[in-house]
């Protein structure tokens, strides 16, 4: 069984910075892409940020410049630094990863339960 949890989310003001943690554990043979996605209030899922298992990234516009992705293999775990938040990067913060279980098994995504984040001043 896989678990992906988040953490670090949290109240905070504009232009302030804040770090989300995801780490994946249980019966893990490897992982593929860890991904950063959000959901605000009322409207879609979107992708934020995706570390390949190569460390090439990609950025959504809206946060290019100011998120940073990385991962931290050996501890199956993936970050993302938030730095000069604003009012709209409020949503819940969902970390994803492509995963395969066993040698033989297909690359099936995971996802984490979300961490809020909310800029309020």
């Known amino acids: 069984q896989v678990r992906l949890v988040e953490s670090g989310g949290g109240l905070v003001q504009p232009g302030v910075s804040l770090r989300l943690s995801c780490a994946a554990s249980g019966d893990i043979f490897s992982i593929n892409a860890m991904a950063w996605y959000r959901q605000a209030p009322g409207k879609q899922r979107e992708s934020v940020a995706v570390v390949s298992s190569d460390g090439s990234t990609r950025y959504a516009d809206s946060v290019k410049g100011r998120f940073t992705i990385s991962r931290d293999k050996a501890n199956q775990s993936v970050f993302l630094q938030m730095n000069s938040l604003k009012p709209e990067d409020t949503a819940v913060y969902f970390c994803?990863?492509?995963?395969?279980?066993?040698?033989?098994?297909?690359?099936?995504?995971?996802w984490g339960q979300g961490t809020q984040v909310t800029v309020s001043s």
């Open positions: 994803n990863a492509d995963i395969k279980v066993y040698v033989y098994s297909i690359l099936r995504t995971y």
